[in-house]
């Protein structure tokens, strides 16, 4: 386990940024509650083997007695870095993402499972979008009741949407939460 | 009674005397020629009335009959009531086809006595079955016997006949429930059992250990009542995420996709079981949001017991697949630190998947052999640790049926061997002087006694501990004792859980505190129980002395490391049966050692060692008894 360097950091604040946008100093500076000291801590970046974790202070400090071919998770796994040095986002960052979002999608109660199937998100599968949405920012999709269901990149800005036919792409698959079931080996 | 009487009277008459009822014939003629003085002495008037009233008995109501019958007793009575009873009944007595026309005697005399006849051959028949059956019944129940050597070998050269093995099973358990009454002579009741554990076996496809370990522990009905539990599945149950969303909330949503479901119980907030589904329950986008997590229910006791505080420092040392480190979390409410710690690395990917979907946030996962956790995290280090043991597995057999047929005595002494081991590292990393706890669950899901009772004795002796109660009072307490074993007596406050009682798979849950940090050492001078473990313990003594002399830089520390190792053999010689004491003796040196930090000698060099120490005592001894005569010194 070791802190990001430069090039890494940028590249995961990066990818955060096309989702939380301005929310990314939230992210950061969040206190947590975690460890048992009672003064919240804060969260902090981590890499252990090639996956980018995002762990509250207090957790880092007592991991740090785990070896590092014995350690295999600490706090929520937001990503994975490649080989090449570019950052992904996984399944399991909906969480921080969600709560978070600048630009999200609600989708209808019929078009959920297409989507958890790992499919694209259609113009008819559309409840909801916000405004201001720009071709390639990071969106997350909602469910109608506002349980998170994955994220993706857009693939159209909200004005051309309203315009598209409806078995247009809006938005790209990028994760779900479908993948907890289907991919459960690779997270 | 009465119509027996008169069917009675009438066998005499026709002179047709089944053997049983001589006596009563007897008895009966004399009143019958009672009566036919009477009826010679009477008029033939009166004759006809008696014969009428006879036939009028008979067909009509039994009141009648019985005033004949008791008119036959007291002949002078007779004349009076029947000449009363005259006009009333011949009025009736013309409805009968026999005996109303008076005319002739003897016509009517035959037509009354054919049926006469045939009323008696209905009456007799009517006996015959009756007797018939009191004789079949007597037969069935008293004549079950043991099936003979020919009959077992015949049978096993045959395919297995499901239906009489399963007949003779239940006509064992009951011979046995009433078995002084219901034996065969001169069968003990072990032959009886024998036979029982044979067809059990055969019948619900059982080896002969477990069903042997299962007839040791419980009574013969309520063993049946647990070999059928084990047939049929427990219902699924599922957990409510509550750092996510609120039981009703869940059972709404889930009503809604169209899933059959209840509260779990009453001593569960967060339970729900599962009756059917029209969607399959692991896939709704809800398990896959994380708000609910498919668990058996017995997989909640531990965590109610352990019942973790905020900002507690929690391990759980056998978290896979995480369905009790994630409840532990959600009680935690993501709050303090979680270790998860999973052996086996196959299992760590379903453990981070399921704790990255149900939202736990604080908690790290660890790689580690259980018995090396207390040296990473630090000994005394955190508050509370839940060690679900890794078991033989007894208790779910409704589960895994594989479990029937592939353990032996062997795979139970190899599991309390490891999970006496797991619980002393397990209580070592708790530490007994914090705020908030000192506690530590153990929990395995089997029924043996070897692998519960015994290991919480065995910590029980080598640790600063003490039982709590758990907090579940719905169980079954645990064995205080079982066959020649004795355990300390507040392991009533252990709970077992059944399949035929309460509804659960078979579970075992134990609380213990941790008093104090210290580990006692047990006292070297304790009068050991038998003479085998005596001289046992003698010949240690010598051995272990001789180690601390003889070799080459050993300290005091040792000398102590081998005291613990003899009393861990005598420890380990009461409660393991076999030859795996060989192993655990050189296995609690090398923990021995580890607390010690001390590296010690292998298992080979520890007997080359031995071996090279009695060939110099040998030596010794013999030069000893050379110089005796010197009146040297003895060196013992």
Not at chain 1, 33 to 53: A, I, M, T, W
Not at chain 1, 128 to 152: C, H, K, Q, W, Y
Not at chain 2, 326 to 337: C, F, H, V
Not at chain 2, 432 to 438: P, R
Request: one cysteine or more.
């Amino acid at each position: 386990m070791r802190p990001l360097d430069e090039s890494e950091t940028t590249a995961v604040f990066g990818k955060l940024f096309k989702f939380v946008g301005n929310n990314l100093k939230n992210i950061v500076e969040n206190p947590s509650h975690e460890g048992p000291d009672s003064n919240p801590g804060r969260y902090c970046f981590r890499l252990q083997k090639n996956k980018v974790y995002y762990v509250s202070e207090a957790l880092v400090k007592r991991a740090t007695n785990i070896a590092r071919p014995n350690l295999v998770s600490l706090g929520t796994c937001i990503g994975k870095l490649t080989h090449g040095g570019s950052f992904h986002l996984t399944v399991q960052s909906l969480n921080l993402l969600a709560s978070n979002a600048k630009h999200k999608v609600w989708l209808k109660p019929t078009s959920e499972m297409s989507f958890l199937y790992g499919n694209h998100v259609l113009k008819g599968a559309l409840g909801r979008i916000t405004e201001n949405i720009a071709p390639g920012d990071g969106v997350v999709v909602f469910s109608m009741s506002d349980v998170p269901l994955g994220f993706g990149i857009a693939a159209k800005s909200t004005q051309d949407c309203r315009k598209l036919d409806p078995n247009g792409i809006v938005v790209l698959h990028q994760a779900d939460i479908g993948g907890y079931l289907r991919m459960e080996d690779d997270l | 009674m009465a119509a027996t009487a008169l069917s009675k009277k009438k066998t005499t008459k026709s002179q047709k005397a089944p053997p049983k009822k001589k006596q009563k014939n007897e008895f009966f003629s004399t009143k019958h020629t009672a009566t036919k003085e009477l009826s010679d002495h009477s008029d033939t008037e009166d004759e006809e009335i008696v014969q009428n009233e006879d036939s009028e008995g008979d067909i009509g109501g039994s009141d009648s009959v019985s005033e004949l019958s008791s008119d036959g007793d007291k002949p002078f009575t007779d004349d009076f009531l029947q000449g009363s009873e005259e006009d009333e009944e011949k009025g009736s007595g013309s409805k009968s086809g026999s005996g109303s026309d008076s005319d002739s005697d003897s016509d009517e005399y035959d037509i009354e006595k054919k049926s006469r006849a045939i009323d008696e051959e209905r009456a007799r028949e009517e006996q015959e079955a009756d007797e018939e059956m009191q004789l079949n019944i007597k037969e069935e129940s008293d004549e079950f016997r043991l099936p003979t050597k020919e009959e077992l070998e015949e049978e096993s050269e045959r395919p297995p006949d499901l239906p009489s093995i399963q007949r003779r099973i239940k006509e064992i358990v009951r011979v046995l429930t009433n078995f002084k009454n219901l034996k065969q002579e001169g069968a003990p009741r072990k032959d009886y059992i024998e036979q029982l554990k044979k067809d059990l076996a055969s019948y619900y496809g059982y080896n002969d250990f477990l069903i042997g370990a299962l007839v040791e522990m419980f009574p013969v009905v309520e063993l049946m009542e647990l070999i059928e539990a084990f047939e049929k599945p427990r219902p699924m149950c599922l957990r409510t995420n509550t750092l996510k969303t609120r039981r009703r909330d869940l059972a709404d949503v889930l009503i809604n996709r169209g899933v059959n479901l209840d509260p779990l119980s009453k001593w569960s907030k967060v339970g729900l079981v599962v009756y059917d589904s029209q969607v399959p329950i692991g896939a709704t986008p809800e398990y896959m949001a994380g708000f609910y997590m498919l668990q058996s229910a017995s997989s909640f006791l531990p965590v109610m017991a352990l019942a973790p505080q905020e900002k507690d420092r929690v391990v759980d040392m056998a978290a896979a697949p995480g369905g009790k480190t994630t409840y532990i979390a959600a009680l935690m409410k993501n709050s303090g630190i979680i270790f998860a710690n999973e052996m086996k690395p196959q299992r760590l990917n379903s453990l981070t998947a399921n704790l990255h979907r149900m939202g736990v946030t604080n908690t790290i996962v660890s790689n580690y052999d259980g018995k090396q956790l207390p040296k990473v995290l630090g000994l005394n280090s955190v508050d509370r640790v839940l060690l679900d043991a890794p078991c033989s597995g007894t208790g779910v057999i409704s589960k895994d049926e594989s479990v029937k047929t592939s353990k032996s005595l062997e795979d139970i002494q190899n599991c309390a061997h490891l999970q006496k081991q797991l619980i002393l590292a397990a209580i070592d990393m708790v530490d007994a002087n914090s705020k908030s706890g000192g506690y530590i669950v153990y929990s395995t899901c089997s029924m043996m006694v070897a692998e519960n009772e015994a290991v919480i004795d065995y910590a029980l002796k080598k640790r600063d501990v003490k039982l709590v109660p758990c907090g579940l009072d719905f169980g079954c307490p645990g064995f205080i004792r079982f066959r020649e074993q004795r355990f300390h007596p507040s392991l009533e406050k252990t709970r077992r859980f059944y399949p035929h009682v309460h509804n659960m798979d078979g579970f075992f849950v134990a609380k213990l505190k941790k008093m104090s940090n210290k580990k006692p050492n047990v006292d070297p001078s304790d009068p050991p129980e038998n003479t085998e473990e005596g001289t046992r313990l003698a010949e240690n003594e010598e051995e272990g002395t001789r180690l601390a002399k003889e070799e080459v830089g050993l300290s005091q520390s040792v000398k102590e490391n081998s005291k613990r190792e003899r009393t861990k053999l005598t420890k380990e010689k009461q409660d393991s049966s076999d030859g795996a004491t060989g192993n655990g003796n050189v296995e609690s040196l090398s923990t021995a050692s580890k607390w010690k930090k001390r590296k010690f000698p292998s298992k080979e060099d520890v007997s080359k060692a031995r071996e090279e120490k009695r060939q110099a005592l040998r030596a010794e001894k013999r030069k000893k008894s050379i110089w005796r005569k010197d009146e040297w010194p003895c060196l013992s």
